[in-house]
Each structure stands twice: as C-alpha cells, then as structure tokens.
C-alpha cells in the first residue's frame, strides 16, 4: 500500500504528462470499445435485415444468390418461379402467410420491386421490427408507388410527386415506361436495410407497365394507355421470389423439403437467417481489419506510456537516488515504476469506458435516424473486459522496462551532479 501511495504521489507531482498518458491510453480504449460496439452493432444490423420470415422461395440458384436478389436487391434472378407455383405453395397447410415480390426495372438507380399491401404487414426487420411510414401509406391505386427513406432524400421526393419507371436495373434507365408514371403514395420511415433503397409498387403495376413490351422494348401500336390497362386483368404469369411465413418452426424443413424436390418446376428455399451468416461470414473481413488496427492503437498508447516514464528517469535520478539511500531496496524501486504504470494504465482504461459509455448515450439516436445502425448500450461483455483486463496487464508488463532501468542505476550515480 505504501507504494501505490508513494506512487500516486509521484504522478501527482508531473500531473500534466500524466494526464496526458491516461488520454492516450483512455482515446485508445474508446477507439477498442468503439470498433467493438460497431463490428457487433453492424453484425447484428446486417443478421436483423430480415426477420420473422422463415423462408424465401424462388427459381433453382445458390442460396446466397437468392438472398441477394430478393432481400438487397443485387444482382438479377437466373430465372423466375411461375404464379401457379406460388399459388400451389401458398396453398399449404404449414404455411401462415406469403408475400410476392417481383423485381426487374428501375427508377434512376434504384431498385422497383413489385409486391401485395401484405408486404408492409409482414417484413420485419432487428427482430421483429415492423415496417413505418414518415409520410403517406401504403399503395392503394394501381399506379401508387412507395418509396424507401433512402430514395427520398437522394431524389427529394415527397408525397404526391410523380415518377417514372424504367426497365431494367442501370443507373441511367433508356427505355422508360413513360406512358405510365406512379404517383407517391407514401414515404417510409428509415430502417437501416436495402427497403430504403427501393421503389415499391403493387404486382398488377409490374403487369401494366409492360403490357406492349417485348425482349425489354416497347412495341409500336401494342401499347395501351394507362387507363385501358386498368379495365385488364393483371393477374401475373410469374414472379421473382417468395417470402414465407409459417404456423410452426417445426415446419420449416417439411416445407424447405417439398420445395426443393418440388417437380413442377425447379425451385429452391433457403433459411434467410442462416444464409446471412454466411453472407456475413464472407464480407466479414473489414471487421477484423478493424480489430487490428484498434489493437495496434493500444499498443502504441501502451508504448508511448513506456517512453514516458523511461524519458523522465534522468529527471528523477535524484528520486530514485534518495529513496535507495534511506533503504529502499531494489524491489521497492521497481514496484514504484510498475506502480505508477499501472495507475496510469487503470485510469486510461476506466476514463475510455466511461467516454465510449457516454459517447454511446449521446450519438446512439442519431446514428440509428441517420445509418439505421441500431447500437446496443449493454455492460460490457466478458470479451470486453477480458480485453480490458489484458491492457491493464500490458500497461504492468510496459512498466517493467524503465523499472529495469531504474534498478540498473546505481546510488552513486544517482547521487552526481552532471553538468
């Protein structure tokens, strides 16, 4: 105990450089803590883009293809499933509901995805988050267009505003159904998933807008007017994928079963939550990039503490000198110097707890409004304070060095005068 408080003594006496070091070592515990709460934040975000669906059903394709399609909305389907299948599947007795989705044109960049108003009722997302709208509500004329948080903020559209669709996914659409803008009918709120990012309209709209197309172009004297098309029936031929909901998890893999050994046609049915932990498992390099680097940020701290106490050795000498010739042994030297490392390695790790704790509290709604990043505030975890604890035993082990150093230096040089 005397040596803790002859230790804090001492760093009370350079309270400046001290206070320094403990900032360095607390900035590099946030930066740890920081990267942590986000690589887990976005894990859980990424896992949470889709929830409370069991399965998603469309044309025979990898699994992580078929998730990419149809739930962030990249890349195209090889093929697409046909209408009487979708009927046949949903008329299962496992099955609670199902939601269509038929996707293939765009609006200036982003994706158009045709579906049933059943949709907003069953998406959910962050476990079990349900769909919100900023402005408006859901598409009632066949000619309605909802548009994500995403889409309205880049284009400023707002309820009312008319938009055209164009066919296929690029960027800059050539062939635009033109005839037949949408109005919007509703803005949703933001929700962190490709939903922002999309323009949803209703199945029949899909239908209308391509009656008089072929092979992506519009044929001349085929085209109808967008009142005539509404007297047809736009019951689709085919759609892109399924998202499935049933009355019992234990289902899950019967209905999985039937669909991919379904004769008919050539479907497949993967379970969106394993898929995306594989997804995740294959874009997940950036988070361990990250941990690398907040691991080199705390080494360097713990260095820079090191040098500190080594660079004021020469000052102290007289220090060291005195306490050695009232009786100091060597073991009350070195517990002195490792002493004031680890006060210091404690006060940076407790004070970085405290600002990423507080930081959290503070920027946590304005990440979630802005990013849909939803960040957790937990205790730390037993993998945090584990890491928290090895950086306490590194600032020791720092401390050992100029102890070393100090030892080394003997009473009569200690004792001289240089000039």
Known sequence: MTVLRLAAKSLANRWLTALLTVLAIA????????????RTGAKASFANTISGTDLII????????????????????????????????????EVKWIVPLSLGDSHRGFRVLGTTANYFDHYQFRRG????????????????AVIGSDVADALGYKTGDKIIVAHGTG?????????????????????????????????????AIHIGWDGGSRQAGR????????????KPKAITAALVGLKSKISIFTLQRYVNTYRSEPLTAILPAATLYELWGLIGTAE?????????????????????????????????AILRSVGAGPGTVIGLLVSEAGLLTFAGVVMGLLLTYVGLFALQPLIDDHYGLFLEIVPPTAMEIGVLGLILAGGVLAGLLPAWRAYRQSLADGMMVRA
């Open 223 to 234: 085209t109808m007017s967008a009142e005539a098309v509404r007297r047809l029936d736009l």
């Open 58 to 93: 469309g044309a025979r394709s990898g699994g992580l293809q078929l998730l990419l399609y149809s739930v962030f909305r990249i890349g195209n389907a090889t093929n697409n499933m046909t209408w009487r299948s979708y009927e046949a599947i949903k008329a299962r007795g």
């Open 288 to 320: 361990a990039a990250l941990l690398v680097v907040s691991i080199m940020v705390v080494i360097t701290a713990l260095l820079g503490m090191a040098t500190m106490i080594l660079a004021t050795l020469n000052e102290r000498r007289r220090e060291i």
């Open 129 to 144: 988050r349900h769909l919100e709208f900023a402005q408006g509500t859901r598409f009632s004329d066949l000619f309605d």
């Open 27 to 38: 900035v590099s515990v946030v930066l740890l803590l920081g990267v942590e709460k986000l």
């Open 171 to 207: 960027a800059i659409g050539i062939n635009k159904h033109d005839d037949k803008p949408f109005r919007v009918s509703g803005v949703l709120a933001k929700t962190g998933t490709p939903v922002d990012r999309t323009v949803h309209v209703s199945l029949e709209a899909i239908e």
